[in-house]
């Protein structure tokens, strides 16, 4: 149990409500019991506090409030409420430090391998010839680097990920479990006999600061380097295929895929599952929303959706009126009903008023 008090004094919060109030954990909106902490970012996420289990909360210092307002709650008052959520959440569940081990007796090292003193490689690993891993990396066990592979400082190395031969890792990057860097692109010479594996003449190379995400596969280059710009974060399940560059601070959710040497410039947002043809460009600064199908170049600063990809507002226009079909294909039958009856009409008139003239009279 932490009283506010003290939670205030560890954030350098102020305390409107009871100070003295004890907290046993720290929970998100939806999930805090009474005895929780939660936060709330803006004055949408302070009405549902005012409503929901937990007693206490921290919200932003611009956030008017009295205590009135609050009846038996509390809250802390901070700059920035998530960040300082994310400190009080490891008070309560603090985050595994895990001891140096060095290199284990139980991982393969080869005899070339040049390792940093201060490199952790646990049981299992196997570094190959040639292979360079800076000071402070950490190799998790079964991980998998082959020949003449290169990992910068302060890489971690989640188990079962392989690094092909020439794989080049900058610093402070992360890579999770079973992610795949170098494996051969998806690339072939076909003729009458078969289909003839291209050229797997290159590698890849990850810049500083990024983070592979779980089962995500990066193709090597053909010839040259498949290239992840600095900073970009990649999630679980992606797919960039051979000779692609990707810029830097770029974010790219699940299950993303992206064929043979295309390219993105800096701080490219993809969201989930999109699609993105190969020798294709997307500009600086895009965004691409859900399922979007990049099936031309895109340019930059601006907000895509659809398959295939056009302008947000343009794809939603499209949208409102493919729901409409309905209601159209309706109106449309009913007016081809009241054309066919007035067509019907017409003609019975017609031959209505050819029975009724008088008979011609030949002229004397």
């Given at each position: 149990?932490k ?16 100070a003295?109030?004890?907290v046993s ?18 004055e ?11 007693m206490?909360a921290?919200?932003p210092?611009?956030l008017?409030?009295?205590?009135l ?6 809250i802390?008052c901070?700059?920035d409420?998530?960040?300082?959520f994310t ?8 985050p595994v430090q895990?001891?140096r ?9 080869s ?5 940093s003193?201060?490199?952790d490689?646990?049981?299992?690993a ?10 402070g ?5 079964n ?5 003449n ?7 971690k190395i989640?188990?079962?990920a392989?690094l ?5 890792v900058?610093?402070?990057?992360i ?15 076909s003729?009458?006999?078969?289909h ?6 290159g ?5 500083s600061d990024?983070?592979i995400?779980a089962?995500?596969t990066?193709?090597?280059?053909s010839y040259?380097?498949?290239q ?9 399940q ?15 959710c ?6 043979g ?6 701080r490219?947002v ?7 043809g ?6 600086t600064?895009?965004?691409?929303c ?27 226009q ?5 729901a409409?079909l309905?209601?159209?294909?309706k ?17 019975d ?7 009724s003239k ?7």
């Amino acid at each position: 149990m932490k009283r506010l008090n003290e939670l205030a004094n560890h954030v350098s919060g102020k305390i409107l409500g009871n100070a003295e109030r004890q907290v046993s954990g720290a929970a998100s909106l939806d999930l805090a019991t009474r005895c929780d902490i939660t936060f709330a970012t803006n004055e949408k996420h302070f009405e549902k506090f005012l409503t929901c289990s937990a007693m206490a909360a921290i919200v932003p210092d611009s956030l008017e409030c009295d205590e009135l307002v609050l009846g038996e709650k509390s809250i802390i008052c901070v700059n920035d409420p998530e960040s300082v959520f994310t400190q009080i959440v490891q008070l309560f569940r603090p985050p595994v430090q895990r001891k140096r081990i060095g290199v284990s007796p139980h991982a393969f090292v080869s005899s070339t391998a040049e390792i940093s003193e201060d490199v952790d490689i646990h049981p299992g690993a196997h570094i190959a010839d040639g292979v360079k891993i800076g000071c402070g990396s950490v190799i998790f066990p079964n991980v998998t680097v082959l020949e003449n592979a290169v990992i910068g400082s302060n890489v971690k190395i989640y188990p079962n990920a392989v690094l092909y031969e020439n794989t080049v890792v900058g610093d402070r990057t992360i890579i999770h479990s079973g992610a795949i860097l170098g494996a051969f692109g998806f690339g072939y010479r076909s003729n009458e006999h078969g289909h003839a594996l291209s050229a797997q003449l290159g590698n890849v190379e990850i810049g500083s600061d990024v983070e592979i995400g779980a089962n995500t596969t990066i193709d090597r280059g053909s010839y040259e380097s498949t290239q992840i710009g600095h900073g970009s974060k990649i999630d679980n399940q992606v797919m960039i295929a051979h000779n692609c560059q990707i810029g830097e601070l770029n974010l790219i959710c699940s299950q993303v895929g992206i064929a043979g040497s295309s390219s993105t410039g800096d701080r490219v947002v993809m969201a989930g599952q999109v699609g993105m043809g190969d020798h294709l460009s997307v500009g600086t600064g895009a965004v691409l929303c859900a399922q979007s199908g990049v099936m031309h170049h895109l340019e930059g600063g601006q907000v895509y959706a659809g398959a295939p990809a056009v302008p947000v507002r343009e794809s939603m226009q499209s949208h409102a009126l493919i729901a409409k079909l309905p209601e159209l294909r309706k109106k449309i039958k009913m007016m081809e009903k009241a054309i066919d009856q007035m067509k019907s009409n017409s003609s019975d008139a017609s031959f209505d008023s050819l029975e009724s003239k008088p008979a011609r009279q030949d002229a004397a």
